[in-house]
């Protein structure tokens, strides 16, 4: 089916008001970590706007959520100062980590026709693709702030660890509530045309 001009525009519209509430709810006063992170619940409306409209419109509302957050957001550079570290973090930290989110769709077609269960599984494992995101900067580049004698990789999976666990579990039920409430018919399946 060709989309128009008026379901594209439609589209973008709705992806910016996604990205804005995203933005919104991450300003809320939740607890924030000492080096960046704190539970939120912000990733919600982009995974939701990817269950409507698909993976790539969904991944390019992550991006431009990650440029917000560099934009807007409390910004921490790496221990190492070099160009090449904050590049990496760049990458880790912000475009990757919050552009996989809008690939939920993908990882919901896993579970078939249980549609909820595919929802909430997509939501945790973008979840658990942005902790993987995490996990390898706080290892690559914030290990220094480890205590003295801990692993570097063991910090970092227990320092990310401590709010991405908690937000991903949030996610995946606030996504099953969401999508519960919805028309199926307003929810589209993943499909390879997507990409």
Known sequence: MKTTTKERTLSIAEGAVMVALAVVLDLLPLPSWPQGGSI???AV???FYSYRRGLLMGSLAG???SLTQLIIGPWYTPPAKTIGAVIL????DYILAFTVIGTAPFFARLAG???LVGYCVGAVAVSLMRFV???LSGGLLWGSYAPEGTN???YSLTYNGSYMLPNAVLAGVLIVVLCAAVDPKTLRPYKKSDI
Do not use: G, M
């Open 63 to 65: 991006l431009v959520w």
């Open 152 to 154: 570097i990789w063991w």
């Open 40 to 42: 939120s619940v912000a």
């Open 113 to 115: 026709r249980l549609r």
């Open 45 to 47: 409306p982009i995974i």
């Open 89 to 92: 973090c760049v990458l880790l």
């Open 133 to 135: 995101c995490s996990f």
